[in-house]
């Protein structure tokens, strides 16, 4: 009972002193907190109070964002890419190659492919800036998914990937900076955006257990959806020759992505884009020929830069 009075006291004591202590002695606990959980505002660097004066958190991590150039001297604007990112594309690549089905596997992802572009042509028609965003929605999350499930299996099985994680990964970045290309030139309407969320949900796991259950089946897939990719990419093409679509000056993301020269125009963005969209093509066709032949994608050097 005695040591029962004598806590009490000692709690009752501490919090008569904490409810009288002014807020510019808080106890040091307090102080910490309300200094972790600071906000700085929009566009100022992050700070925090140490002693009475401000420290930048960047300073106290050793982390400072770093001035960025172009060749010529001239700042360099975007966070998403640096100029080491950027490539001019191979418009030499043919175009017109096509891995015919030989077996069970192959005939299903033709089929699969086919069965989808059906609604898609239905829903967007010729409005080929809306396709193409919704198209770079989907072709985005392939390399991403493949490239995380071969990255668990590295750290699982204690083995090089031979370099196909980079690869899968690279290919996922360049599908996205499509997409923030042509959000530069066209805006979807708000269905438009339910279906892509839509979409992507129910693609990225339908592709995930596809990988899962079949890598070989899951890469010639999406050989065939960038088949069909140039296919809707030269159809654009001709849209925009025909004059029915307005050949506007390129974006200034898409003119230091692609290095392209400072007059280029939108018909120069979709031809660096449907470059890209072949060389993915060979990529993904060459990765369901290695598990074709039955082995693993280790086993071949992967073709990193190959875009």
């Known amino acids: 009972m005695g040591s029962r009075l004598v806590a009490g006291a000692l709690v009752g004591q501490l919090g008569r002193r904490l409810v009288s202590q002014p807020s510019s002695r808080m106890p040091l606990w307090c102080s910490a907190l309300r200094t972790v959980t600071t906000v700085p505002p929009p566009g100022k660097a992050a700070?925090?109070?140490?002693?009475?004066?401000?420290?930048?958190?960047?300073?106290?991590?050793?982390?400072?964002?770093?001035?960025?150039?172009?060749?010529?001297?001239?700042?360099?604007?975007?966070?998403?890419?640096?100029?080491?990112d950027s490539y001019s594309a191979d418009l030499?690549?043919?175009?017109?190659?096509?891995?015919?089905?030989?077996?069970?596997?192959?005939?299903?992802?033709?089929?699969?492919?086919?069965?989808?572009?059906?609604?898609?042509?239905?829903?967007?028609?010729?409005?080929?800036?809306?396709?193409?965003?919704?198209l770079e929605t989907v072709a985005a999350v392939p390399g991403m998914v493949a490239g995380l499930?071969?990255?668990?299996?590295?750290?699982?099985?204690?083995?090089?990937?031979?370099?196909?994680?980079?690869?899968?990964?690279?290919?996922?970045?360049?599908?996205?900076?499509?997409?923030?290309?042509?959000?530069?030139?066209?805006?979807?309407?708000?269905?438009?955006?339910?279906?892509?969320?839509?979409?992507?949900?129910?693609?990225?796991?339908?592709?995930?257990?596809?990988?899962?259950?079949?890598?070989?089946?899951?890469?010639?897939?999406?050989?065939?959806?960038?088949?069909?990719?140039?296919h809707s990419y030269t159809e654009f093409l001709k849209e925009l020759d025909a004059g029915r679509i307005e050949n506007v000056p390129a974006p200034a993301i898409a003119v230091d992505?692609?290095?392209?020269?400072?007059?280029?125009?939108?018909?120069?963005v979709v031809l660096s884009v449907r470059a890209d969209e072949a060389h993915h093509r060979d990529v993904n066709h060459f990765a369901s020929d290695i598990h074709t032949h039955g082995r693993q994608l280790r086993d071949i050097p992967a073709p990193l830069g190959y875009h």
């Open 47 to 84: 700070s925090v109070a140490e002693g009475g004066k401000e420290q930048a958190v960047a300073s106290y991590w050793g982390i400072s964002p770093s001035k960025v150039t172009k060749e010529d001297g001239a700042e360099w604007k975007w966070t998403s890419f640096r100029p080491g």
């Open 92 to 134: 030499s690549v043919d175009l017109k190659k096509h891995h015919v089905p030989i077996t069970a596997i192959d005939k299903i992802a033709l089929r699969t492919i086919k069965i989808l572009r059906v609604p898609t042509d239905i829903f967007f028609q010729k409005r080929y800036g809306c396709r193409a965003m919704m």
């Open 149 to 230: 499930l071969l990255h668990l299996r590295s750290l699982r099985r204690f083995e090089h990937s031979g370099g196909w994680i980079r690869a899968l990964l690279e290919e996922a970045e360049n599908e996205r900076m499509h997409l923030m290309t042509f959000m530069e030139v066209s805006e979807p309407r708000w269905y438009e955006r339910a279906l892509v969320i839509t979409v992507q949900g129910v693609f990225f796991n339908a592709y995930l257990l596809a990988y899962i259950l079949s890598p070989r089946l899951a890469h010639r897939l999406v050989g065939y959806l960038e088949e069909e990719a140039i």
């Open 257 to 268: 992505y692609w290095r392209l020269p400072s007059d280029a125009t939108l018909r120069d």
